[in-house]
Each structure stands twice: as structure tokens, then as C-alpha cells.
């Protein structure tokens, strides 16, 4: 490791013309509005309250250190002045609150403002975790806070200034040498047994939006949460210590001191060190003829930063016949060549497909920009097809099942398929559901391997503490390289699942808002008169988790069971201004030969719900 030796000069690059954007993936997190908040909920607005609000406005950018974001914010204000309305509302909407920790932490889009991600709301963010670390240490020992970074405009300035504010704070400080995957943190909190770890990334988002992942481990937690991102009380304690007002003058920064790790390619190479600990998740090669070699596969990094991670560990682990998608390869804060950057979203893995088309491929891995999740393609009958994230998680649960220590346990969220259940009862495991986000996936005691299905896999957790989608990208090529050995295939391995547990069809109904207000709109509507029936078949039972039941915390969720085995559970979204409604159906089916009828029953079955809740959803 070596000390910063120079005095840090942050220059911010803003994403070019982010004023002015509504950001529709981002989660808004808003605390008592204030003025500008109440404006926002008026029709009039007097003289008073508009000079209330620039004069908030003002005070933000006389103290602003962003040169880009300061002006920015000073042209808004002179607008408003000559009479500009929709300067007014996007002032208003700035200022309206708070960014507060989601399901991934802050995200917001960038811009001047409290409601924004910038240098303000960095800095006043660190100087609160650093409060918090300060009073759990409590003079008792030194905390230790590793930072890591993608390549999102501004991730390295907000990465620096973190930096500086823990190293005022006497911390000792490590920081990632350049953008690297989210899971390279959340190892290294565990690795160097750090109090703390941040990560500045939005993951998925447009290049318009940023974040800001915080985690905790070492003397601040147990075990079980070690290295995982921070939950309840952790969160709210933090924000407590967060203060909104504090000038940024008054923030103690230093320019240097912090420790940086190893860059890739030299000696002690920190990304090295993730890889050689995350290669035994699969067998060592037993021979010269290892199956791994024969399987071709296509990477996509989807422009972030888990390119050449992910072909490092792939070819650590013995795969050699490897093509990048060319076009994604590169980091690239703009995501040219998609409308998201979400291997999810429609399109986003086009490329890839091209190419494993071009090149016969067997397997198509996409990782998204931070690479904590992992999506895959496979040839389907002939077609080429993207898998449901629950698909994924199905293979890598029964994979991981088989080999797992006894006491070891699989778990999913609670929006996930039910058919992890059915694996684990079938390989002697327990089971857990828990609420949605890897932060509550990742605190099972005893886990083994875990999933959402939002593409999010831990298949080591005793290594991350979080989704992994490098370590679980070589764990599924690993599979499809066995079976490919064998004469099939992980489609045939999916029927062999429903052969034998059912056959699980899933899906997911969205409905993106631009005004948040609807939302709880909407969750009423569910709680208070749900649909009394769905697909065919009467609704048995509707669960409202807002109070918690007996296994699970309380949270924003209904669920609706049918008298056929379907379930549909609606929640708002923790990461995107959405609500969200997950389906699934089940059929049995007597053997394999039955599963094709079986799937068209249950897809049929799920497309009329997903039909009947959309004419709900949108009725007046």
C-alpha cells in the first residue's frame, strides 16, 4: 500500500446537461419537506416562500465546492428571478428534503441540492459516518474504512472527498486504486476487517444518477453482518448523525494521508487478491481435458467496470475461450449502446446475443456496470434466450446445494420464486425468506448461498457478503461446462428442476410514476380492496407485511395468495420511482415429458394476472 503523497485537487465532472432532468430510475428518499416541499404541494406560491427558497438556494451555492454544480445552480436561481416557472419547480424539487438510505443506499441524480448527489451531500454524508464510527469506537480503537468506486461521472471525486473527511477524522483509510466492482469492496471490508466500507456507485441507473453504498464490519457488527450493507438501526443511527445544515467549511478534510491499494498489474494487486479468494468457490481443474476449456463464452460488461475482472476469473478458473462484446468492454459513464444500463431492460444484451450467434457460443454472461449482479443467456431450443433472474438462482442454488457443509442455509427474498424452498427441503437444507435487498439476504446466519431476482447471487458468502456477480459468473460457467460434458445442458437442467419441484413461472408487472404521490395511492387500493380474484382462481389469502409477521420486519408489501398456488406480492420499488407487482405460478407436472404442457398452463396462467392486475392497476 502506499500513502496519497499530493494534496487531493477534486475536479468534478458533471454528466453534460444533467440540470434541468427529471431522473426516472432514481429512488427519491425524502424527509420533512420544508418550504420547498410544501411548495411543491401548492398551486400558489406568495412572494415570502419564493424568496425562502432562493435564499436556501443561494446559501447552498455560496458554499458549494463543485465549480460545475455551483453555477449550475446560481443560473437556476437567475432564471426563477426573470420569471422562469419550470426553474422554480426544478429549485423547488431539489430542495424538497433529503437524500435518506434506500434498499441500495443514496442514489439520486447529479446536480446542486440537497435531493442530488453531489459534493455537499458526499461530504455531509462522511462526516455522519464518521460521527457514527467515532462514537462506537468510543476511544477504544482506531476504525479502519475501505472506499471503493465505479466509473460514473464524479464516482472518484466523491470516492477522494470521502477519503479526506475519514482521514480527518483519525480513521485509517484504504482506498481502491481505480473503478473496480462493488464486490472487490465488500470483500475488502471483510478481508482487512474494516469498521466500514463505502462504495460510490448507482449500480444500473442512467449516467445521469450516482450513489452511495455504506457497509459495515469489523468491531461494529457480528458476524452475520459483517461486510453487508447497513440495515436498521445502522441506518437510521447514521442519519441521525448526518447534519444537513453543517457548512462544508466546517467539515474537517484532509487533503492526503489515506492509504491506496495496490493497483492492478502491480505488486499486491487488490483486484488479484479478490480473484485468487474467490476461485475454490468451484473445483480445481482435474485434468489437461477439464470440460471448462470446451465451453465458449460471451461477456458482456455493459460498459462498467467488471470487464476485465470478469475475464480474469474466468480464466483463473480454467475457461480459455472467452469473447468480450467489444462495444461494452470499456468503462464508459455515458452507457452508449444502451437506453439502461440493466442486463434486465429490454435490449441491453443485444450485442451479446449478436456475438454468441457470430461465435457458436454455449453461454452468455452480462454483467452490469458494478458488476454485483449477474445475468445470463443460454441456447433454448435452438433460440437464443435471456434466463429470469429466479432461473439463474434456481441452477446456482441446486449447484451449490449438493456441495454444501451441514448447518449451511439457502435463502431468497421475499419477491423471489418459491421454488428455492423446494431445493433446499429436497437437499436436506433449511430455508429462509427475508425482505427485500442483499442487505437482508446477506444476514442469515449460517448462509450458503443466496438470491434475489433482480440478478443478485452470493454464492461465497463467507468471502462477500453481498451479491457477487464475478463469483457467481463462474460458478454458473462451471455448471453449463459439466453439463456440456455430459451431452446437455442448463435448459435441461431447468426441466429436471420442474420435473421435479414443479414447474415455477414467473414474471413482473411495473408501473413507472413521475409523481411518487400515487404510489401509496395505489398500496391502499391493494390493502383496502384487492382483486377477489386472479387468473381464474379466487384469492385466498391477502397479506399485508406493513406490521411484519413473525419471521419477517415490517415492510411496504402486500401479498395475494390464489387458490391455485399463485402469488402476486406488490411493493414499491426501493431503487426507481416504480411500483412493482411480482408474479409467480406453479403447476405439477407427473415427469419431464410433462413439463412443456405444464409451462404453457402456468404462462398462460401468469399472463392473464399479469393481464387483470394491469386493467386494476390503471383503473381510475
Not at 50 to 56: E, G, N, P, R, V
Not at 265 to 284: M, W
Not at 293 to 322: P, W
Amino acid at each position: 500500500m502506499k500513502k496519497s503523497s499530493k494534496p487531493a485537487r477534486p475536479r468534478a465532472r458533471a454528466f453534460p446537461s444533467c440540470s434541468h432532468r427529471s431522473s426516472p430510475s432514481s429512488k427519491r428518499h425524502r424527509a420533512a419537506p420544508g418550504i420547498a416541499g410544501v411548495l411543491l404541494q401548492r398551486k400558489t406560491v406568495n412572494h415570502t416562500q419564493k424568496i425562502q427558497l432562493l435564499d436556501a438556494a443561494g446559501k447552498w451555492a455560496a458554499q458549494d465546492p463543485d465549480p460545475e454544480t455551483q453555477a449550475e445552480l446560481q443560473q437556476l436561481i437567475e432564471r426563477v428571478t426573470q420569471g422562469d416557472a419550470r426553474a422554480f419547480d426544478d429549485i423547488a424539487d431539489r430542495f424538497s428534503g433529503v437524500l435518506e438510505f434506500g434498499t441500495a443506499g443514496l442514489r439520486a441524480e447529479l446536480g446542486a441540492g440537497p435531493m442530488r448527489m453531489n459534493r455537499v451531500v458526499v461530504m455531509r454524508t462522511a462526516a455522519g459516518i464518521a460521527r457514527f464510527l467515532s462514537e462506537k469506537a468510543a476511544g477504544q480503537y482506531t476504525p479502519k474504512v475501505v472506499i471503493g468506486f465505479d466509473a460514473r461521472f464524479n464516482s472518484d471525486i466523491f470516492a477522494q472527498d470521502s477519503a479526506g473527511v475519514f482521514t480527518a477524522a483519525g480513521f485509517d483509510v484504504l482506498l481502491m486504486p481505480s473503478p473496480l466492482p462493488t464486490p472487490v469492496l465488500a470483500w475488502a471490508v471483510r478481508e482487512f476487517s474494516a469498521e466500514a466500507g463505502v462504495m460510490v456507485t448507482a449500480s444500473h441507473n442512467p449516467p445521469r444518477d450516482n450513489g452511495y453504498k455504506v457497509y459495515v464490519g469489523g468491531r461494529i457488527t457480528d458476524d452475520s453482518g459483517r461486510g453487508a450493507q447497513i440495515v436498521s438501526p445502522i441506518d437510521a443511527q447514521i442519519a441521525g448523525l448526518i447534519d444537513h445544515r453543517q457548512p462544508v467549511a466546517q467539515i474537517e478534510r484532509a487533503a492526503s494521508g489515506w492509504e491506496v491499494l495496490p493497483a492492478p498489474g502491480t505488486a499486491g494487486d487488490i483486484e488479484a487478491a479478490y480473484l485468487a479468494a474467490i476461485n475454490p468457490v468451484i473445483a480445481a481443474p482435474k485434468s489437461e481435458a477439464d470440460p471448462r476449456k470446451n465451453l465458449r463464452v460471451v461477456v458482456s460488461a455493459m460498459h462498467g467496470v467488471g470487464g476485465h475482472t470478469m475475464k480474469q476469473a474466468l480464466l483463473n478458473a480454467g475457461f480459455s475461450d472467452i469473447h468480450m462484446v467489444a462495444e461494452q468492454e470499456q468503462p464508459d459513464p455515458l452507457f452508449p449502446t444502451v437506453a439502461f444500463p440493466n442486463p434486465e431492460e429490454p435490449g441491453a444484451i443485444d450485442l451479446s446475443l449478436q456475438l454468441a450467434r457470430t461465435v457458436d457460443a454455449d453461454l452468455v454472461i452480462a454483467n452490469d456496470p458494478d458488476a454485483d449482479r449477474c445475468a445470463a443467456a443460454i441456447l433454448d431450443g435452438g433460440s437464443w434466450r435471456m434466463l429470469r433472474g429466479d432461473e439463474v438462482g434456481w441452477l446456482l442454488g441446486d449447484q451449490i446445494a449438493k456441495g454444501l457443509p451441514e448447518g449451511k442455509k439457502l435463502a431468497n427474498s421475499i419477491v423471489s420464486s418459491r421454488m428455492l424452498a423446494a431445493i433446499a427441503k429436497d437437499a436436506g437444507r433449511e430455508h429462509e425468506e427475508t425482505l427485500t435487498g442483499f442487505k437482508w439476504i446477506s444476514r442469515v446466519e449460517d448462509l450458503g448461498f443466496g438470491y434475489e431476482e433482480a440478478l443478485g447471487y452470493c454464492v461465497a458468502p463467507d468471502l462477500v457478503r453481498d451479491k457477487d456477480g464475478i463469483s457467481a459468473g463462474i460458478v454458473l460457467a462451471d455448471l453449463a461446462s459439466e453439463l456440456k460434458a455430459a451431452g446437455a445442458s442448463l435448459a435441461g437442467r431447468l426441466d429436471e428442476l420442474a420435473a421435479k419441484h414443479g414447474v415455477h413461472v414467473t414474471d413482473q408487472l411495473s408501473l413507472r410514476f413521475t409523481d411518487l404521490a400515487q404510489i401509496p395511492v395505489l398500496m391502499d387500493r391493494f390493502r383496502h380492496q384487492a382483486p377477489e380474484s386472479l387468473g381464474g382462481s379466487e384469492v385466498s389469502e391477502v397479506t399485508d407485511l406493513s406490521a411484519g409477521t413473525e419471521k419477517l420486519p415490517a415492510t411496504n408489501a402486500i401479498i395475494l395468495h390464489t387458490f391455485s398456488g399463485a402469488r402476486v406480492i406488490v411493493r414499491p420499488s426501493g431503487t426507481e420511482p416504480k411500483l412493482k407487482c411480482y408474479l409467480e405460478t406453479i403447476e405439477p407436472v407427473d415427469d419431464i415429458h410433462g413439463v412443456p404442457a405444464a409451462r404453457q398452463r402456468a404462462t398462460e396462467q401468469i399472463q392473464a394476472i399479469k393481464k387483470e392486475l394491469a386493467a386494476y392497476l390503471n383503473a381510475n
